[in-house]
Structures are given as structure tokens and as C-alpha cells.
């Protein structure tokens, strides 16, 4: 099966601890892609990677780091800097960074400070 | 900065009943829009890319249309069904393909 896995799909973090998310596709897309969703509100751009060994911050970037070393995978780290990381995260991905290609989301992983 | 809003933010309707999802966008200069589905506590499935080229796009039941001019675009569900109950998030593209989201339209739709 193709798609986007993300793992795990619950996480708690006591607070000062940094945590990661995973995200895997085997898609064979260049691009990929952090976002945050808060309850009632839509997603807001983290981090995003147009290819292997390359990223760059969203919008919301503060308090979060990525890497991209391997292409089908994109890891995303909620550091203790983060000081409201309740939220669930979406992993997306797409064939290129280009206009007009489609988007295509992961599970996603809750995630709860306790 | 481009903003997006859907309206309403929550709707219940009958089964077999014709609906109209509204999204409206700030900035015109877009290169897509895309409508997805997310079900409670899922990640969000793709159900209809418009290119910036394009007036409307179908599939099933489902019909997007986009007036890029004015901001705004529409998606149209006919004869409703139960299995339709989700949240519908439209979502347009200015650069590369960093989406900017609404916060989405609840649907409930009653049997």
C-alpha cells in the first residue's frame, strides 16, 4: 500500500522534554510537510521540505525542528521551547514542490502535555 | 497575507438533501484549491483539486467550483448521506504547494 505513515498515533510529553514524530512515505515524493491543527481551527505550516537535505520554516516554526536526510522520511521535533504543543500534527506530502500538485495527508498523531 | 474562511462553520441537514459548503479567499493570486474531508481524530483525504485554470471540478456526488477573481469557491454535495458526516477543509496554494487552510465546515447529516 502507498501512502504516508505517521507514528505514533498518541503521544504524551511531560513538560521540558523534547519529543519527535515520525512521518514515512513511500510515495516517492520529493516534498513533504509539517502542519499543526488546534481544536476548531484549520492547519497551520510548520516546517516543509521541497527535497532531501533541505527544509525550511513555515509559518509557525518557532519551537519545533525537522530533518530530511532520507526521502522518505521527515521527522518532526517538538522541543521543550514549545510551549503550547497540544495539538494534533499532520505529515503531508507531494510528487514536487510545484503548483498544481495534489496533497496527501497522513493519520496524524495526537499529541498531549501532561 | 492570505486568509481563508469557510461559512458556515457547522451544518445539519437531512438525508437526501442538496448542500453548498462556501470557502472565500483574500488573495486571488492562487494556484489551487484543494477540498478535503477529515474525519474525528483522522487526517484529511483529498476529494477535489482546482487548478487556478480551472472553473470547476467533479467527482461523484461532489462539485467544486472556483472564481478566483472574486475569492471564493464552492462545494457542492447532492443527495446527502449519513457516510457524508465529516468536516470539509478548503485549502488554496499561493507558493509552491504550502497550503493555507479554512477552519473548515462540520456536517452533520441526519439519517
Known amino acids: 500500500d502507498g501512502g504516508i505513515t505517521q507514528s505514533p498515533k498518541y503521544l504524551f510529553r511531560k513538560e521540558g522534554q523534547n519529543v519527535t514524530l515520525s512521518c514515512e512515505q513511500n510515495?516517492?515524493?520529493?516534498?513533504m510537510y509539517w502542519y499543526r491543527q488546534d481544536p476548531g481551527q484549520g492547519l497551520r505550516l510548520i516546517y516543509y521540505s521541497q527535497i532531501v537535505n533541505d527544509f525550511q520554516k513555515g509559518d509557525i516554526a518557532e519551537g519545533y525542528s525537522v530533518s530530511r536526510e532520507k526521502k522518505e522520511s521527515f521527522p518532526l521535533t517538538v522541543t521543550s521551547a514549545q510551549k503550547n504543543p497540544t495539538a494534533f500534527y499532520l505529515c503531508?506530502?507531494?510528487?514536487?514542490?510545484?503548483?498544481?500538485?495534489?496533497?496527501?495527508f497522513g493519520q496524524g498523531t495526537r499529541l498531549t502535555v501532561v | 497575507k492570505q486568509e481563508v474562511t469557510q461559512i458556515p462553520a457547522a451544518l445539519s441537514v437531512p438525508e437526501g438533501e442538496n448542500l453548498v459548503l462556501n470557502c472565500s479567499f483574500t488573495?486571488?493570486?492562487?494556484?489551487?484549491l484543494q477540498w478535503f474531508r477529515q474525519d474525528p481524530g483522522k487526517g484529511l483525504t483529498s476529494l477535489l483539486l482546482i487548478q487556478s485554470s480551472q472553473r470547476e471540478q467533479t467527482s461523484g456526488r461532489l462539485n467544486a467550483s472556483l472564481d478566483k477573481s472574486s475569492g471564493r469557491s464552492t462545494l457542492y454535495i447532492a443527495a446527502s448521506q449519513p457516510g457524508d458526516s465529516a468536516t470539509y477543509l478548503c485549502?488554496?496554494?499561493?507558493?509552491?504547494?504550502?497550503?493555507?487552510f479554512g477552519g473548515g465546515t462540520r456536517l452533520m447529516v441526519k439519517p
Open positions: 488573495d486571488s493570486a492562487i494556484y489551487n
Open positions: 503531508a506530502s507531494s510528487i514536487v514542490f510545484a503548483v498544481n500538485t495534489e496533497a496527501f
Open positions: 485549502a488554496v496554494s499561493n507558493a509552491g504547494n504550502m497550503l493555507t
Open positions: 510515495l516517492n515524493h520529493d516534498a
